[in-house]
């Protein structure tokens, strides 16, 4: 069975960094075609895509924040890392990891998703 | 800042066809990117429902039907039922600077 959960901080204060952890079980990210994404969804708003990093260490990001992201995965802890520079009080939303087997897939399955708030 | 655009609702009684638009571009859906569909119920993480245009994972209902064509694709609810009340996004890749991947704006289905 295939879970994904994220993990960290509720609350951060604006300009701060975000780091966030995805643990998953179920496969291996050293698997040729395994990826796992970062999406996040503001409160009431619609889905955005964020980064992925891919078995072979390439690393792909939102064109609009590729400057405030890096994804980064621990193989033998079956871990993916997001951190987010500069938060804003915009970012408050829920992130999700998700797998994705091959490039130009589907995500599947989602972690239950974390909600980070950005508020002083 | 979605670059597939949905309608943000649609509506049906119980037993009704329902139908969800998901209109992307050259660089998207037109340039023959397979489209895949999510649905998310109210406070949970959204599930895979249609992926590769048309194809249903394992559980999923027959009710639930994709399609593609040109620029845009369809997912199609019918005998809709109370419990499909949720929000739906369709997704693609993207090769243009809007990318590489890509959610359409959601759409809100109500069951009247």
């Known amino acids: 069975q295939v879970t994904l959960r994220e993990s960290g901080p509720a609350l951060v204060k604006p300009t701060q960094t975000l780091t966030l952890t995805c643990t998953f079980s179920g496969f291996s990210l050293s698997t040729s075609g395994m990826c796992v994404s970062w999406i996040r969804q503001p409160p009431g708003k619609a889905l955005e895509w964020l980064a992925l990093?891919?078995?072979?260490?390439?690393?792909y990001y939102s064109t609009s924040l590729k400057t405030r992201l890096t994804i980064s995965k621990d193989t033998s802890k079956n871990q993916v890392v997001l951190t987010m520079t500069n938060m804003d009080p915009v970012d408050t939303a829920t992130y999700y990891c998700?797998?994705?087997?091959?490039?130009?897939?589907?995500?599947?399955?989602w972690g239950q998703g974390t909600l980070v708030t950005v508020s002083s | 800042q979605s670059v597939l655009t949905q309608p943000p609702s649609v509506s049906g009684a119980p037993g009704q066809r329902v139908t969800i638009s998901c209109t992307g571009s050259?660089?998207?859906?037109?340039?023959?990117?397979?489209v895949h569909w999510y649905q998310q119920l109210p406070g949970t993480a959204p599930k895979v429902l249609i992926y590769?245009?048309?194809n249903r994972p394992s559980g999923v209902p027959d009710r639930f039907s994709g399609s593609k064509s040109g620029t845009s694709a369809s997912l199609a609810i019918t005998g809709l039922q109370a419990e499909d009340e949720a929000d739906y996004y369709c997704q693609s890749y993207d090769n243009s600077l809007s990318g590489p991947y890509v959610f359409g704006t959601g759409t809100k289905v109500t069951v009247l």
């Open positions: 990093i891919d078995w072979d260490d390439d690393k």
């Open positions: 590769g245009n048309s």
């Open positions: 998700a797998r994705m087997m091959g490039p130009h897939n589907w995500f599947d399955p």
């Open positions: 050259s660089s998207n859906i037109g340039a023959g990117y397979d």
